[in-house]
């Protein structure tokens, strides 16, 4: 997997040594017979590759295609929620709740839900999250395909209408990739939501499944 590493005057530089030799022993560990039932089956393992963005070894992105179009979302395993901003997104500020120019929450590429032909919208109004630095986001809920490294979903995701975020002029969202009943409020868990990862799992299943 290629990792791209974007300079950031306040972050150290990234591990790219690290992840590589990390890299190498996985694929020693990976080759080795198999000791007990316990052991991960291979065929398990999802053949999918997707290159992963750093900025100074803290923040990492990885890009997806949503409805068709290509971003690059945060990687959270801290958060179940899945995001994008939607190209209506108003900035405000965190401390005046006043209106902010768009740029000054620092978003790259924008979603445009209207032009998307796999946009179902779930709850109006339905997303809402905050976060431990002061970040707060809000907007509705829909499902919409989303694609990682080849192997595409019907995710529900957040369509972020408005909010305080500290961007880096990269990524449009975030992917968040803990346990879903981490997910903020009572609206997502409404639409049975299931987390990115746990989604991609249960795909990656059945495209094994085809191929037996």
């Excluded at 990976?30 to 999802?46: C, E, V, Y």
């Excluded at 108003?90 to 006043?98: D, K």
């Amino acid at each position: 997997m290629t990792l791209t590493a974007h300079t950031h005057p306040s972050l150290i530089a990234p591990s790219s040594s690290y992840l590589f030799e990390h890299r190498k022993t996985s694929r020693y560990i990976s080759q080795l017979p198999r000791q007990n039932t316990l052991d991960p089956d291979p065929h398990l393992i999802a053949d999918i590759q997707e290159d992963l963005v750093t900025l100074g070894g803290r923040v990492y992105m990885t890009n997806v295609t949503i409805g068709g179009s290509y971003y690059t979302l945060v990687i959270d395993t801290g958060s179940s929620d899945t995001w994008v901003a939607s190209s209506s997104f108003a900035c405000i500020s965190r401390l005046t709740q006043t209106p902010l120019p768009q740029s000054a929450c620092g978003f790259s590429t924008l979603y445009d839900q209207t032009l998307s032909p796999t946009y179902e919208l779930g709850i109006k109004d339905g997303f809402e999250v905050n976060y431990t630095d002061g970040e707060f986001l809000s907007g509705d809920l829909g499902t919409e395909d989303l694609i990682l490294g080849g192997l595409g979903i019907k995710q529900v995701i957040g369509v972020v209408e408005k909010g305080w975020w500290i961007g880096d002029g990269i990524s449009s969202g975030l992917m968040g990739l803990a346990y879903s009943g981490l997910a903020s409020g009572v609206d997502v868990k409404r639409l049975n939501y299931t987390g990115t990862i746990f989604s991609l799992y249960v795909r990656n299943l059945g495209h094994i499944a085809r191929n037996y």
